[in-house]
Structures are given as C-alpha cells and as structure tokens.
C-alpha cells in the first residue's frame, strides 16, 4: 500500500432508501476526500444493518444499491476500497476484543440506541445495543486517522475514541513491548460539518432526514425521478416570511434554515451566500430555484444507479476486490491486537503436528 498521512474510514447501512442527508452529510463529502492525501476506506455496512430486521433478499439488493450509489456518485473503486463489511470477519473478531474494553455505563449513555429502541427496549436486539462498538472496530481495524458522518454519528465517533484510549492505556506495556510506541490506535477525528451535516425532514424541521421515516414526502430519495423531487421540494413545510437576508434570520426558523442548507450544500456555498442571492425572496422563487439544482444534481447520479444495479456482477466484483484490499490492512491490525491482548496465534512458520 502507498504511504498516505491520512487514513479515512466510513460506512453506510443498506437498510433502503438512500436519501439526500446520506448524500450531503456522508456520501458526497467521502468523493471529495478522495483529493486528500488518504487513502479511504468506503464500508457497506452490513452487519449494522442486521440490528433490525432486514429482509434477506432485499438486503443483497439493499447492499448492491449502496454500493452503486457510492460509485453513481463519483467514488472511483480503484482509488478508494469500496466493500461490504461482513466480507472482512476483522471487523466482528475486533468487535469482540472492544466488547471487553467498553464499559457498560459508555453503551448505556448512547442516544441513537434509545431513539431506535423506543419504549420496546427489552426487545431490541443486542445488536443494536452494541453497534457503537461495532463501529469503533470498523474504525480501527484501519486505525483510521479520520470519519466523515453527519453530526447523528458524532457520539459514536466520541465512544470510538475512548476505546482506543482505553486500550491503549490498559494495554501499554504490552504495545511498548510489541514495539508499537506509545499508543496503538490512533484517537480518531471526526470530519463533520458543513451546512448539510444534518439535513432534517422537509415535512418537520425539527427531526432529521431518515430513511425510516414512514412519510415517503419527507425524504428526497436518490432514486426519486426529477417530477418526484420538485413536487417534495414545492410541498416542504415552511413559514410565510420571505428569506432574510442575513443567517441571524434563520434562527427559529427551522424549515427555512434546512432548505437553505440543503441549497448550499448541493451547489457547495455557504448557507451566507444564498441569502446574498435570495435574501428577501418569497419561497414561491426560492422552492423551484432549488428543486432545480437538486435535480441538475440527483438526477445524473439516479440514472448511473440505475445502470449499475442492472450489472449485480459488476458490482459483486467491485465489492470483492475491495473486500480484498481491506482485509489486507485490517488483518495485519488484529494480529498485532492479539500480540498484545496476548492471545496465541498460528504462526505460519508453525512444523505440523506428528
Ligand atoms: N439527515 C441526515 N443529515 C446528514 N447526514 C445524515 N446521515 C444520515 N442521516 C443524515 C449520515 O449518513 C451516513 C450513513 O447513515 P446510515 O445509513 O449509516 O445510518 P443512519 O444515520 O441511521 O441513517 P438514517 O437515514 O437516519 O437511517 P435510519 O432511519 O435507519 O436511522 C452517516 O454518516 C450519517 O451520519
């Protein structure tokens, strides 16, 4: 593998209907951090997605879409590793390993398990229980230096960060003597921002964009037609007050303040500079200004989709190669954990037993 300063990792689950805050909040900003010196590291997350129920058939469709979603979007599979996760047992071998690092009272804090839960918690899977733990070992089976996720990941990315602390401190001696240094794995920087780090749904200011929410009219779907995505843009929920002109007017203003986002995110300008073009604009300009750039930018990456999910084979092999060159790097990680957890490993030198 060349030598790249930055390692980055991050993951998208296959649970359906990618939608326009995977895109902006994760999606598009994993292309852009291909012109990093990095090398990126881009995970078909499925075994996150199996912490609720997944249908099995839809879910290798599920997984097939994503992957062409990361491809229509501009990730070029022979610069970035694009796989899925359950092709690299690294990710659950580690996963383990983290299980006795983490600390209860971590998991109990985690907002995303209890929002997923509900109030039917006793019969959540363990899974979803423990997928913060999963994810840091996603993260750190590449000692992953940065993770691009929308700001609903950013309590996990800090959970990620005290696993790696706590097992570089409960294990230091053993990863001096293994002639690791100081610290074994890195204390991971979140990369999130921007003005779409969390795009909310355009019926409710005030929950964001899901791919679980029941309303189809909340969600801009990477599949949806240019008709499709006019029509939610026109019939989003706003106020009646023109735009402001300066960002101090967006407060309490919530449904305003998303589609703005939105615009400045999708033609990469700040949320500043649109009320410089549209400050004092009724939303009957605003909307279809929008709606346009949105589909200018969707559309082409709908049809791409498309194209790829007619090739399964195609895909399969993207995934596969990358699968490859993953478990390449997250290997040579978990045979140095074991070293210094001190389990025994096969060694390949090892004479056969007579
Ligand atoms: N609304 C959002 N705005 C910005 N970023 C978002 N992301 C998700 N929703 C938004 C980011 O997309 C990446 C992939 O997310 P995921 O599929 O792994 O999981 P999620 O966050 O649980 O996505 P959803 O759509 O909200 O699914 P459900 O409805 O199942 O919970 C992540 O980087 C995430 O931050």
Known sequence: MAAFTELVFSGVQPTGNLHLGNYLGAVKRFVEMQERDAQCLYCVVDMHAITVWQDPEALRGQIREVTAAFLAAGIDPKRAIVFNQSQVPQHAELAWIFNCVARLGWLNRMTQFKEKAGKDRENASIGLYDYPVLMAADILAYRATHVPVGEDQKQHLELTRDIAQKFNTDFSGSIAAHGHGEAFFPMTEPL??????????????????????????????????ADTIAQKIRRAKTDSEPLPSEIAGLKERPEA???????AALAGIT???VLRDFGGAQFSTFKPALADLAVASLAPIAGEMRRLTADPGHIDAVLADGAGRAETIAAQTLDA??????????????????
């Not at 303040?257 to 615009?263: E, F, Q, T």
């Open 337 to 354: 954990v074991k070293d210094i957890v001190g389990f025994v490993r096969r060694s390949p030198n090892l004479q056969a037993v007579r």
């Open 257 to 263: 303040d998303n589609l703005v986002g939105i615009y």
């Open 192 to 225: 999130i921002g921007g003005p779409a780090a969390r795009v909310m749904s355009l019926r409710d200011g005030s929950k964001k964009m899901s791919k679980s929410d029941p309303s189809d009219n909340a969600r801009i779907n990477l599949t949806d037609e």
């Open 271 to 273: 949320r500043e500079e």
